[in-house]
Structures are given as structure tokens and as C-alpha cells.
């Protein structure tokens, strides 16, 4: 198993472009977490879906933030636009139903935003 | 609402030497999930270590095992034999089974030596 994939695994960019990072969770997960990892605030939890639904956005910072599941094998987080604020570790998880089995985490995204 | 409380931003160890990484949570629901992560310096999530809110008894893998007190509704890593491989941050986090949202602790960085 491939695990989940996270690209790009660096992203630098400039305030106020658009920064799109992309997920591919373990085949036959149905649910997948975004979570943001900076030294202030630790792991937040972003949003999570559960069969490409979102579930619960509420930790979703602001409206530039937005985070799509278009189908089972592909989700994304888009920034728009970007604030140097939002630099941080951007993680991927899924995991397969609820309670015993664990979160499968990407690599995470490394974005800087200057 | 769930809360996870890690109260040790650092702990040291000595090699081959038992440790205890504290973790409290507070949540409403009585059904619920509780896991360990482990993050090296590289930066991935490691899982380690699950209890359910329902196990009997406390849950091994290992070297780790978890200290599960529901009544005190804590949750504590216990390292035996520490090695140092095992320095790196560690993370408690909750898994509330009826909204299937996982939230993380701030996090512990354990440091072995020699």
C-alpha cells in the first residue's frame, strides 16, 4: 500500500497567490482529515470528510481557506489568497470508518508564505 | 466539547530508563477512541498505541503501553526501556465516536540520553 500522498511536499509562495495542496488517501478510507501544524496553535483539525462529504468545517480559519473531496481518491486545500500567517506543515490523514482503526497520515506539505 | 490536555511541553529521559508522557481529555460522549502518535525530527506521524473508552484492559504494543484511568479520564504513554530513537515529539489525541472528529494534544517532546 502506497500509503497517503501528499504533493508538493515544499511550497513557497508569495502573499496573496493562490496555493492549492493536493491529498490522495489509502484506497478504501472513507474518511480524510486536513490538519495545519505550526509551534503557536500545535495540530488543528481543518475539516474532515466522510465518504467525499465534508463533515464538519469548523476549524476552517477563514474564508480564503476552502477544501474540496471531488471523488474517493483525491482531495484538496486551496488558500486564496495566501498570507504569510497561513505558513505551516499541512497534513493529509485518512482512515477507514470510525473508532479502533488509526489515522494514516501523509508527509505533509511544508508551505511558506513570504 | 473535546478537550486533550498535555501538561509536559518536555521530559527528559535516560536510556533503558521507564517514562510517562501525561495526558487528560474531557469529552460528554462515553463512547470514544484515545491514541498515541509519535513525530520524529523528520516530521511523520507514527501511530503507536489505541484504547477504546469501553476496553477492559489497557492497551500494549511493545515497549508502549497506555495507562487508561477513565474515572481521572487520563490517558499516559508509558515508554519502558527507552531508547535513544524514541526522542521525538509525542501526541495524545481523542477520537469522539459520535462525531467521528480526532483532535490532538499540544504535544510532549521527550529527549533520551545517554
Not at chain 1, 480564503?64 to 488558500?79: D, E, G, V, W, Y
Request: proline fraction near 6%.
Amino acid at each position: 500500500d502506497a500509503g497517503v500522498i501528499q504533493s508538493p511536499r515544499h511550497e513557497v509562495t508569495e502573499m496573496g497567490q493562490e496555493v492549492t495542496l493536493r491529498c490522495k488517501p489509502i484506497s478504501g478510507h472513507d474518511y480524510l482529515f486536513w490538519y495545519r501544524q505550526t509551534m503557536m496553535r500545535g495540530l488543528e483539525l481543518l475539516i474532515y470528510f466522510n465518504n467525499n462529504v465534508p463533515i464538519d468545517d469548523s476549524g476552517m480559519p477563514e474564508d480564503r481557506f476552502s477544501a474540496k473531496m471531488p471523488n474517493a481518491s483525491f482531495s484538496t486545500l486551496k488558500i486564496q489568497p495566501s498570507e504569510p500567517r497561513d505558513s505551516a506543515v499541512y497534513f493529509c490523514a485518512s482512515s477507514t470508518g470510525t473508532q479502533r482503526p488509526p489515522l494514516h497520515f501523509g508527509n505533509g506539505t511544508r508551505l511558506t508564505v513570504t | 466539547a473535546q478537550k486533550i490536555t498535555q501538561t509536559q511541553p518536555g521530559m527528559f529521559v535516560q536510556e533503558k530508563e521507564a517514562v510517562t508522557l501525561d495526558c487528560t481529555y474531557d469529552t460528554s460522549d462515553p463512547s470514544y477512541g484515545l491514541f498515541w502518535y509519535k513525530q520524529p525530527s523528520s516530521g511523520e506521524m507514527i501511530f503507536l498505541i489505541y484504547q477504546g473508552s469501553y476496553d477492559q484492559q489497557n492497551a500494549t504494543e511493545g515497549r508502549y503501553s497506555l495507562n487508561f484511568q477513565k474515572a481521572r479520564k487520563s490517558a499516559n504513554l508509558v515508554i519502558s526501556a527507552s531508547q535513544l530513537g524514541d526522542s521525538a515529539m509525542y501526541f495524545c489525541a481523542m477520537r469522539d465516536f459520535n462525531t467521528d472528529k480526532l483532535i490532538f494534544g499540544t504535544g510532549t517532546r521527550l529527549q533520551v540520553f545517554p
